[in-house]
C-alpha cells in the first residue's frame, strides 16, 4: 500500500543510503542512540505530558484531541516512537511506520507547524536533560544554541509550508478544467442548496451506499434519513454551528445507511458559500474512512487484548478491578474474589515441544478457562503462562473456591491439538476483594496464595490469608540475607563421617562435607537456604567456596596423619554447567596439595536426566583426573539403569528410605539387595546412607555393602570436633 508513496518519496535502498549519507549517519550513530537509550527514553516519556499539556492550550490542536481516551492513546504510541528513536535502527519497518504517521497526521489536519514545533521542543528539552550540571558559560552558550533551534525550525516549517502550498497550487492548476472535486477517484460531492432544499450528490457519493445517483433523494431529509441514529443529532450540530459563523468549515465524521442496511463510516468535509444568485449554499467532500475506522478499532482492541488469546489485558484488567472496587463499597454490594492462575512447569513445554507449541496449549488453556466463567466474569492473561479471574457478584466468598475447584478440573482433562495430547495442571492463588483495598493489594494476595499453592505441591489452589504475608517478608529476609552470607563470612561447614562397617569402631575412612548457616546467632535449615542459593545462581560462587574448603580441610587432616581420607562434597548442576569448573577445581587440587583421588564429587539423578552435553563432558574429564564421582540418593529418582554404565560413576549411595523399609516393606528390601548386587558387578562401591539402628549395619554387611554413615555412627560435626574422631 505505501509502495507508490515510497517511490514518490525515493525511500528505495538506494534512496534512503543517499539521505543517510548525507547527514553522515553511520552504525556507529546507531550504537551511541542504543548506548544512551535508557537515559533517552526516561527523558523522552518526561517530554511527552508536557508536550500534550502544552498542545491543549491551542485551539486547533485542541480541536483535534478531542475524544474519549484519544490522548492518552496518542501519548503511548509517542512513547513508543521514542523507545524505538533510541534502538538506533533504520529499516525498512522503521521508514514505514514513519510514513504511515505522517498520512495520519494529514488525515486528522494537524498542520507541519505543529508537528515540527514539537520536534524543537523535544531536542530542546533533550538538551537541558542531557547537559545536566554545566558551568554558567556553558548553560549560557546552551541556551544560545536552543534559541538557533527555534529559529531554524520556524525557518523549516515556513520553507515546508511554502512547498506545500507551491503543489497545492500546481494541483489546483493543473486540474481545474477537469473539475477534479466532482470526479475525484475516492470522494464524492455533494451541494446543499439551503433556501430551495435542493441537494445534489456526486455518483461516487451514492454508490458508497451502493445506490445509484438518483435513488439518493433530492432533498437534505433523503440525506439525513440515512444517517446513523446516534450521530444525527452531532452531524446537525456541526452543520449550525458552521453555519452560524462558530466554525470555519465542517469536518465531521459519522455513520451513513447502506442499500443493504450496514453503516458505512465517513468523514464530510463542507463549506458555506454565496452564490451568485445570493442564496446560501453548502458544498464539500465525502470520504470513505471505514478502512481507518476499522483500523482505530483494531488499536483499541489491542491496546486492551492480549494478541495471543484475545483475552483481556492487564492493564484491561486493572480498569475492571477499580470498577469492581468501586462496586463493593455501595450498599448492598456481594462479594468478589481474584483467582491468580499459574501453568505448573509450562517451561518444559516450550523448552521440549518449541513455543509455537507452547502458544496452542496456552490458547486451549485460555479456552478452558473462559469455559469456568459465569456471565460478568473477567479472564485476563497476565503474563507468560499467568491467567487472572475476576469475579464479581459471588453471592459468598466460599463461591470462589468453587470456581477454583472448577477450573482445575478443566485442566486436567488433556489438551490435544495435531497428533499431541498434553495435561497440563495450574496452581491457582485465591484472594478476596475487599472494599477500600488497593489494586496492587488485592493482586499481592493473590500471587502469595498462588505462591502457597506452588509450595505445597502445585496443581492446587490455596486460598489467601494474612499469615501469608508475613510468610513472605520471612522469606524475603532469609534470601535476602543469605546471597550475602558469603560476604560476611557467615557460612561453615560441617562433616558427617564415614565408615567402614566391617570396623565401625576404627577412624572414619571417608567425611561427606555438609554447607551450615547460622545468621545474627541462629541457624537456618539447608531445605530453606539452598534453594534460594540454587535459584539465584550464587549457588556457584558458594560451591567454589565449599570445595576450595574442604580440600584444604582434608589436606591438613591428612597431613596429621589421618592417613588417605576421603573427602565428599555435594555439587550443583549450576556449578557443573561453568565452563571453567574443571579448571577451577584442579587449581584448588593444586593449590592445597590435596590428591585428585581422594575427593569424592556428589551428583543427583536430575543432573543426568537433563543430557547436558556440558555435564557429560565435565563429568569425563574430572574422571580421567582421577576424582571419583558419587551418585546421591539413588533410587528416589528417575535415573534409567542405563546411565549406570554410560556416566563415569565411582559409588553409588542407597538413599536412607530403603534402609528405613526393609522391615516393613519385603518388595523394598528386594530393591536394596538388587541395587548392591548390580553395583558390586558394576564395580561401583555403594554406601548405605541413613543408618540408624545396628540392625541395620548387619543387614547391610550380609548383602555386601561394608560402608556406611548415619546418626547412629556419627552425626555431621565441625572440623575440630572430628578430629577427636581421626585421631583418637
Request: net charge negative; aromatic share 8%.
Amino acid at each position: 500500500m505505501l509502495k507508490p508513496v515510497f517511490d514518490k518519496l525515493g525511500l528505495d535502498a538506494e534512496g534512503l543510503q543517499q539521505r543517510l549519507h548525507f547527514l553522515d549517519w553511520t552504525a556507529a550513530d546507531g550504537d551511541r542512540l542504543r548506548r544512551v537509550g535508557p537515559f533517552g527514553r526516561r527523558l523522552s516519556n518526561d517530554f511527552v505530558d508536557a508536550l500534550y499539556q502544552r498542545l491543549g492550550q491551542y485551539p486547533e490542536t485542541r480541536a483535534i484531541l478531542r475524544g474519549d481516551g484519544l490522548v492518552e492513546r496518542l501519548k503511548r504510541s509517542q512513547q513508543g516512537y521514542y523507545d524505538r528513536l533510541f534502538s538506533g535502527t533504520l529499516d525498512q519497518s522503521y521508514l514505514e511506520e514513519r510514513v504511515r504517521i505522517g498520512h495520519i497526521h494529514e488525515q486528522v489536519g494537524v498542520e507541519l507547524k505543529w508537528y515540527l514545533g514539537a520536534y524543537r521542543l523535544y531536542l530542546s528539552q533533550l538538551l537541558k536533560g542531557w547537559f545536566d550540571g554545566l558551568s554558567v558559560e556553558q548553560q549560557s552558550r546552551l541556551t544560545d544554541f536552543d534559541s538557533l533551534l527555534k529559529i531554524v525550525f520556524f525557518d523549516m516549517s515556513l520553507a515546508a509550508d511554502a512547498y506545500i502550498d507551491a503543489e497545492h497550487r500546481a494541483l489546483e492548476a493543473s486540474e481545474a478544467r477537469y473539475a477534479h472535486a466532482l470526479r475525484g477517484a475516492n470522494d464524492g460531492i455533494w451541494d446543499w442548496d439551503l433556501q430551495q432544499d435542493q441537494l445534489y450528490v456526486s455518483a461516487r457519493w451514492a454508490s458508497m451506499l451502493g445506490l445509484a445517483q438518483d435513488q439518493v433523494g433530492a432533498r437534505s431529509m433523503h440525506w439525513f434519513e440515512r444517517v446513523h441514529p446516534d450521530d444525527q443529532a452531532d452531524l446537525q450540530a456541526a452543520i449550525e454551528q458552521h453555519l452560524q459563523g462558530r466554525s470555519p468549515w465542517i469536518r465531521h465524521e459519522y455513520r451513513l445507511r447502506r442499500s443493504d442496511g450496514s453503516y458505512l463510516w465517513v468523514l464530510t468535509r463542507g463549506v458555506v458559500e454565496v452564490d451568485l444568485s445570493g442564496r446560501r449554499r453548502l458544498a464539500g467532500s465525502q470520504t470513505d474512512i471505514s478502512e481507518r475506522q476499522r483500523f482505530q478499532r483494531e488499536l483499541e482492541h489491542a491496546a486492551r487484548h492480549d494478541p495471543l488469546t484475545g483475552l483481556i489485558n492487564r492493564h484491561q484488567l486493572n480498569i475492571q478491578l477499580q470498577r469492581t472496587a468501586s462496586q463493593l463499597s455501595r450498599p448492598g454490594a456481594r462479594h468478589a474474589a481474584l483467582l491468580f492462575i499459574d501453568l505448573d512447569r509450562f517451561k518444559l513445554i516450550n523448552d521440549s515441544l518449541g513455543h509455537a507449541a507452547g502458544d496452542r496449549v496456552l490458547l486451549l488453556v485460555a479456552e478452558r478457562l473462559r469455559s469456568c466463567l459465569r456471565p460478568g466474569d473477567q479472564l485476563a492473561r497476565f503474563g507468560g503462562d499467568e491467567f487472572v479471574m475476576l469475579l464479581d457478584d459471588l453471592a459468598c466468598a466460599e463461591d470462589a473456591e468453587t470456581v477454583a475447584t472448577r477450573a482445575l478440573a478443566a485442566l486436567r482433562e488433556p489438551l490435544c491439538f495435531g497428533e499431541r495430547c498434553l495435561v497440563v495442571s495450574a496452581s491457582i492463588g485465591v484472594a478476596p476483594l475487599l472494599p477500600g483495598q488497593g489494586l496492587e493489594d488485592a493482586l499481592q494476595a493473590a500471587d502469595l496464595a498462588l505462591y502457597s499453592a506452588k509450595e505445597s505441591g502445585k496443581a492446587r489452589f490455596e486460598r489467601f490469608d494474612q499469615s501469608m504475608q508475613q510468610r513472605a517478608r520471612q522469606r524475603l529476609k532469609l534470601e535476602s540475607n543469605v546471597l550475602q552470607a558469603l560476604q560476611r563470612d557467615e557460612f561453615t561447614l560441617h562433616y558427617q563421617p564415614i565408615f567402614d562397617l566391617n570396623a565401625p569402631n576404627q577412624p572414619p575412612v571417608a567425611v561427606e562435607v555438609l554447607l551450615r548457616w547460622s545468621h545474627d546467632g541462629e541457624s537456618v535449615s539447608p531445605a530453606a537456604f539452598i534453594p534460594v542459593l540454587e535459584e539465584s545462581g550464587e549457588i556457584v560462587s558458594v560451591g567454589y567456596w565449599v570445595l576450595e574448603q574442604a580440600c584444604r580441610q582434608a589436606q591438613r587432616w591428612q597431613q596429621e596423619g589421618a592417613g588417605p581420607l576421603r573427602c565428599s562434597v555435594n555439587l550443583s548442576g549450576r556449578q557443573l554447567q561453568e565452563a571453567d569448573f574443571v579448571q577451577r577445581l584442579r587449581e584448588f587440587l593444586q593449590v592445597t596439595g590435596y590428591a585428585p583421588d581422594s575427593l569424592v564429587l556428589e551428583i543427583t539423578e536430575s543432573l543426568l536426566i537433563d543430557h547436558d552435553p556440558r555435564v557429560l563432558a565435565s563429568l569425563r574429564e574430572l574422571a580421567d583426573m582421577g576424582v571419583r564421582i558419587a551418585l546421591d540418593d539413588f533410587g528416589t529418582g528417575y535415573c534409567s539403569l542405563g546411565y549406570l554404565n554410560r556416566f563415569p560413576l565411582h559409588i553409588i549411595k542407597l538413599d536412607r528410605s530403603f534402609l528405613h523399609e526393609t522391615h516393613e516393606n519385603p518388595r523394598q528390601f528386594t530393591i536394596c539387595r538388587a541395587i548392591i548386587a548390580l553395583s558390586r558387578s558394576l564395580g561401583l562401591a555403594v554406601v548405605a546412607e541413613g543408618i540408624e539402628h545396628l540392625s541395620q549395619v548387619d543387614l547391610m554387611l550380609q548383602e555386601g555393602c561394608t560402608l556406611g554413615q548415619g546418626f547412629k555412627l556419627g552425626f555431621p560435626m565441625c572440623a575440630d570436633d572430628l578430629r577427636g574422631l581421626l585421631f583418637p
